[in-house]
């Protein structure tokens, strides 16, 4: 066997391409840190690339609460549900599950909802930073969101949960009639009541978003490796990153930052995370398929409409399955069904089809924090639906962590040791 080909020196090695990886690349790299970003595949080609594009920054209640505990049992086994296991993959889901019902229990929604609202107001102001000092202004829309309801008794149902935003700190105004329409024109007549969320920002295309930020990360010295992370050794003068080819890297600090790949490099580091895949489906129309004026939710069927510059993308729902699990696009094309019946204007014709995963935790919380087994490599992943959202967040906390620096937040509840 041939010696190791190393690839040189960084002060951060960040594994993980996506919007997280990249994000914390250029705010370590404008902190003068050499960093190296390993991407296994394309950056910004997984779950950063097909998401809805929202910075969902009043979305702070976790998918983990009291009330999925009576949805639930109805959704994961309806395989086109807004939350579905496929019967093969449940026996490895279930540790998974146990957990996301603990974490349901109300002695731990208090919790988990305060901090996931630090973290995304949090969030909310370093986007602002961020997208500004990348020169990125220009790709961020400040149209809100709008979730949408179909009966007065199902809007009423969500009065508890839009308190407790409301009291964190969220902006939101309850509409109707006149003012529903003038949010969004053509729904349909089923749609009675909704919810405005100026807060709510949506940029024109995930994946041109975060390729545009990795260039300005490039231009601030970055470099990008492509290859899978194969092993990480420690020892006193860093961290020694193994690539699958057999190269070879040497940093001072490493970055997990892989998604729902990540689960197998912290199980060699003695931490067995429960964060697993749960893919998302959508469809993108061409541009002018509908005139839509902002994102619209629909809640009880786990989706979104989100208006790009790319087209219209009708996309969401949680399914818990492994990698190499049987793709089921019926989970898309149900989608596009009910949204048509939601938009009657809708033109379906000519749409892509996508599926990605996410990492999910079963908690909701991000795993944000320094490995067990060294303080030289730390932990940024698990941040399900909110990747987008808590990027520019989690790189201002792992740059602050590496620099030893004290946090703005408290960072505790997101610590990898909670489990």
Same mark, same amino acid.
């Not at 909802?113 to 000092?133: D, G, I, K, V, Y």
């Given at each position: 066997?041939?010696?190791?080909?190393?690839?040189?020196?960084?002060?951060?090695?960040?594994?993980?391409?996506?919007?997280?990886?990249?994000?914390?690349?250029?705010?370590?790299?404008?902190?003068?840190?050499?960093?190296?970003?390993?991407?296994?595949?394309?950056?910004?080609?997984?779950?950063?690339?097909?998401?809805?594009?929202?910075?969902?920054?009043?979305?702070?209640?976790?998918?983990?609460?009291?009330?999925?505990?009576?949805?639930?049992?109805?959704?994961?086994?309806?395989?086109?549900?807004?939350?579905?296991?496929?019967?093969?993959?449940?026996?490895?889901?279930?540790?998974?599950?146990?957990?996301?019902?603990?974490?349901?229990?109300?002695?731990?929604?208090?919790?988990?909802?305060?901090?996931?609202?630090?973290?995304?107001?949090?969030?909310?102001?370093?986007?602002?930073?961020?997208?500004?000092?990348?020169?990125?202004?220009?790709?961020?829309?400040?149209?809100?969101?709008?979730?949408?309801?179909?009966?007065?008794?199902?809007?009423?149902?969500?009065?508890?949960?839009?308190?407790?935003?409301?009291?964190?700190?969220?902006?939101?105004?309850?509409?109707?009639?006149?003012?529903?329409?003038?949010?969004?024109?053509?729904?349909?007549?089923?749609?009675?009541?909704?919810?405005?969320?100026?807060?709510?920002?949506?940029?024109?295309?995930?994946?041109?978003?975060?390729?545009?930020?990795?260039? @300005? /990360?490039?231009?601030?010295?970055? $470099? &990008?490796? #492509?290859?899978?992370?194969?092993? %990480?050794? !420690?020892?006193? =003068?860093?961290?020694?990153?193994?690539?699958?080819?057999?190269?070879?890297?040497?940093?001072?600090?490493?970055?997990? @930052? /892989?998604?729902?790949?990540?689960? $197998? &490099?912290? #199980?060699?580091?003695?931490?067995? %995370?429960? !964060?697993?895949? =749960?893919?998302?489906?959508?469809?993108?129309?061409?541009?002018?398929?509908?005139?839509?004026?902002?994102?619209?939710?629909?809640?009880?069927?786990?989706?979104?409409?989100?208006?790009?510059?790319?087209?219209?993308?009708?996309?969401?729902?949680? =399914?818990?399955?492994?990698?190499?699990?049987?793709?089921?696009?019926?989970?898309?094309?149900?989608?596009?069904?009910?949204?048509?019946?939601?938009?009657?204007?809708?033109?379906?014709?000519?749409?892509?089809?996508?599926?990605?995963?996410?990492?999910?935790?079963?908690?909701?919380?991000?795993?944000?924090?320094?490995?067990?087994?060294?303080?030289?490599?730390?932990?940024?992943?698990?941040?399900?639906?909110?990747?987008?959202?808590?990027?520019?967040?989690?790189?201002?906390?792992?740059?602050?962590?590496?620099?030893?620096?004290?946090?703005?937040?408290?960072?505790?509840?997101?610590?990898?040791?909670?489990?």
């Amino acid at each position: 066997m041939g010696k190791a080909r190393s690839q040189g020196n960084a002060d951060v090695a960040i594994i993980g391409g996506g919007i997280i990886g990249i994000a914390t690349a250029f705010r370590l790299a404008q902190a003068g840190r050499q960093v190296v970003l390993i991407e296994r595949d394309a950056p910004a080609n997984a779950a950063s690339r097909g998401n809805a594009g929202a910075f969902a920054f009043p979305s702070i209640l976790p998918l983990a609460s009291p009330g999925i505990l009576f949805k639930a049992p109805k959704w994961l086994f309806d395989p086109l549900g807004p939350l579905s296991i496929p019967p093969a993959e449940f026996p490895k889901v279930l540790p998974w599950l146990l957990r996301f019902f603990r974490a349901s229990m109300p002695d731990r929604i208090e919790a988990s909802t305060a901090a996931q609202a630090a973290l995304n107001r949090l969030s909310e102001t370093e986007t602002a930073t961020l997208t500004r000092e990348a020169g990125l202004d220009h790709l961020v829309r400040h149209d809100g969101a709008l979730e949408l309801y179909e009966s007065e008794a199902a809007w009423r149902a969500s009065l508890k949960s839009w308190e407790r935003c409301e009291k964190a700190g969220v902006e939101i105004e309850h509409v109707e009639g006149a003012r529903l329409a003038e949010l969004q024109p053509g729904l349909s007549p089923r749609l009675v009541k909704g919810v405005f969320l100026p807060q709510w920002k949506t940029v024109s295309d995930p994946r041109d978003y975060a390729l545009a930020l990795l260039e @300005a /990360a490039r231009a601030r010295g970055v $470099k &990008l490796v #492509a290859g899978a992370v194969s092993h %990480l050794a !420690v020892s006193t =003068e860093g961290v020694m990153v193994t690539l699958e080819g057999g190269q070879t890297l040497k940093a001072a600090h490493a970055v997990l @930052a /892989a998604g729902p790949w990540s689960s $197998k &490099l912290t #199980a060699l580091l003695g931490d067995k %995370l429960p !964060v697993t895949p =749960e893919r998302g489906y959508n469809t993108t129309l061409p541009p002018g398929s509908f005139d839509l004026k902002r994102q619209v939710i629909f809640p009880a069927h786990g989706f979104v409409v989100t208006p790009l510059a790319t087209g219209i993308r009708v996309g969401g729902a949680s =399914e818990l399955a492994g990698f190499d699990a049987p793709v089921n696009y019926k989970r898309a094309r149900n989608m596009l069904d009910k949204a048509a019946g939601f938009l009657p204007g809708l033109k379906r014709e000519g749409g892509t089809e996508w599926m990605g995963s996410r990492p999910s935790m079963p908690d909701s919380l991000p795993v944000i924090g320094r490995a067990s087994s060294s303080p030289r490599i730390l932990y940024a992943f698990g941040h399900g639906h909110l990747g987008l959202t808590q990027s520019a967040a989690t790189a201002r906390l792992i740059t602050d962590l590496i620099l030893e620096r004290t946090p703005p937040i408290d960072i505790s509840p997101f610590r990898p040791g909670r489990f």
